[in-house]
């Protein structure tokens, strides 16, 4: 029987598995560092660009475009699509053979996961009413960290799984990256088709500001500066989040000597509840002290915060204890990604309505953009450089000092503005 919109949280959790498994299969390849570099004789950097750049690229160009579509097109169509084309671009990159190929397969992976949240909050807004939008929007939202926990959990279990089977003489001949694709990427596919199969679009309900739109600078007015201001600090501090995923599971077993199924427990425990924590926790003293007319909260505090985390990604890598490592990135997710949750906040709460929306996808896509295109690719290439040894503890260390003061200034020159009038 197809699931319509008087079972939208039948709905909800199909799409909730789908973000869950999104995340999964974009970040299986930060397990698989050590067989790829071994098989087809990728570079740091180049890894770095698969994992980081190029996916930002393309998920940051597509993501507007293809947010757009869901506005005026059928979203359970169009999410059908997009999870059919990463799930078959995460199983073709197991027959992929060179650097290329699996630069353009990353590519089509970002293509597919862009669509995935702008068609999934739309959906959200139609299927429930508006006392029960919030929570379907939370669990949406936090289904993407339990992805990433999932990610590292099963997917380190995984490779040390496979790895035991093939030098077992098992897999039939695949190596155990190509056989870890094709394990994530195939439910993946499966579940899309279920989604399109069961899944009817609902009846689009009428924005009631829809007649009286204006134009974003119209509507920005004087506080344009201050919104860049903001969308530049919430996204440079997501850059060592994104780079610790890239590279913590390469430095938990090659600085500390754990396996990968321990590295990828112990980052996706601590890196998720950090997260979540940070996500639902950090804006309530914020949103507190502004509404009691502290409106300077808004970018002072996430200050603090952003040095607190900051600390904690610089001293983290260069420690020599794994738990004050999970210590630091603890502390560091729930400061930074914390700090990221609060200028989605503060993009609600001062956005005029009619541009609301595009502010909110806005820091989405500058976040994303600015941390996977910077993260794990400047961390290749520092500790590429560092000498004939990679140092991935000092590159990690160096990046978070670097962005934690670009996300000072940019907050110091948000807080300047703040204080405008808007008009």
């Given at each position: 029987m197809p699931l319509q919109a008087r079972d939208p949280w039948g709905v909800l959790a199909i799409m909730a598995l789908l973000?869950?498994?999104?995340?999964?299969?974009?970040?299986?390849?930060?397990?698989?560092?050590?067989?790829?570099?071994?098989?087809?004789?990728?570079?740091?950097?180049?890894?770095?660009?698969?994992?980081?750049?190029?996916?930002?690229?393309?998920?940051?160009?597509?993501?507007?475009?293809?947010?757009?579509?869901?506005?005026?097109?059928?979203?359970?169509r169009l999410i059908t699509l997009a999870v059919t084309l990463w799930s078959i671009c995460t199983i073709l990159s197991g027959f992929a053979n060179a650097f290329?190929?699996?630069?353009?397969?990353?590519?089509?992976?970002?293509?597919?996961?862009?669509?995935?949240?702008?068609?999934?909050?739309?959906?959200?807004?139609?299927?429930?009413?508006?006392?029960?939008?919030?929570?379907?929007?939370?669990?949406?939202?936090?289904?993407?960290?339990?992805?990433?926990?999932?990610?590292f959990i099963a997917g380190g279990a995984l490779v040390d799984s496979m790895s035991v089977w093939v030098d077992q003489g098992g897999g039939g001949g695949f190596r155990t990256w190509q056989i870890v694709f094709f394990a994530v990427g195939i439910p993946s596919l499966m579940l899309g088709l279920i989604f399109g199969g069961v899944v009817r679009e609902p009846a689009r309900v009428a924005r009631a500001d829809e007649e009286h739109k204006v134009g974003a600078l119209e509507a920005l007015r004087g506080r344009r500066m201050m919104f860049l201001w903001l969308l530049l600090a919430g996204g440079i501090c997501q850059v060592v989040p994104y780079a610790y995923q890239a590279w913590a599971p390469t430095l938990l077993t090659e600085k500390y000597g754990l396996s990968m199924s321990q590295a990828g427990i112990s980052?996706?425990?601590?890196?998720?509840?950090?997260?979540?924590?940070?996500?639902?926790?950090?804006?309530?003293p914020v949103m507190?002290?502004?509404?009691?007319?502290?409106?300077?909260?808004?970018?002072?505090?996430?200050?603090?915060?952003?040095?607190?985390?900051?600390?904690?990604?610089?001293?983290?890598?260069?420690?020599?204890?794994?738990?004050?490592?999970?210590?630091?990135?603890?502390?560091?997710?729930?400061?930074?990604?914390?700090?990221?949750?609060?200028?989605?906040?503060?993009?609600?709460?001062?956005?005029?309505?009619?541009?609301?929306?595009?502010?909110?996808?806005?820091?989405?896509?500058?976040s994303s953009s600015l941390?996977?295109?910077?993260?794990?690719?400047?961390?290749?290439?520092?500790?590429?450089?560092?000498?004939?040894?990679?140092?991935?503890?000092?590159?990690?260390?160096?990046?978070?000092?670097v962005t934690g003061i670009g996300s000072l200034v940019f907050f110091w020159l948000a807080g300047r503005r703040l204080a405008i009038p808007a008009g």
């Open positions: 973000i869950i498994m999104s995340m999964i299969d974009r970040l299986i390849l930060a397990l698989l560092v050590r067989p790829l570099k071994a098989d087809l004789d990728l570079s740091d950097v180049q890894l770095g660009l698969l994992f980081g750049t190029a996916f930002a690229v393309f998920y940051g160009m597509m993501g507007l475009p293809l947010a757009r579509i869901a506005d005026r097109y059928n979203r359970i290329w190929q699996l630069l353009l397969l990353r590519a089509g992976l970002a293509i597919g996961e862009a669509a995935l949240f702008p068609a999934v909050h739309s959906l959200i807004y139609d299927l429930f009413r508006v006392q029960r939008r919030p929570l379907a929007a939370s669990i949406a939202t936090a289904a993407a960290p339990l992805g990433g926990a999932l990610a980052l996706g425990l601590v890196g998720a509840l950090g997260a979540v924590l940070g996500t639902f926790l950090v804006p309530l507190r002290l502004y509404d009691r007319g502290t409106t300077s909260a808004l970018t002072r505090l996430p200050m603090l915060i952003v040095a607190v985390g900051t600390v904690s990604f610089a001293l983290g890598p260069l420690s020599s204890s794994v738990s004050m490592l999970l210590a630091a990135y603890f502390l560091g997710a729930f400061a930074l990604m914390g700090t990221n949750a609060t200028v989605f906040v503060s993009m609600q709460r001062l956005a005029p309505d009619s541009v609301r929306a595009t502010l909110v996808a806005g820091t989405l896509l500058v941390g996977l295109g910077l993260g794990p690719i400047t961390v290749a290439y520092l500790a590429n450089a560092i000498g004939p040894i990679p140092r991935f503890d000092i590159a990690m260390s160096a990046l978070a000092v």
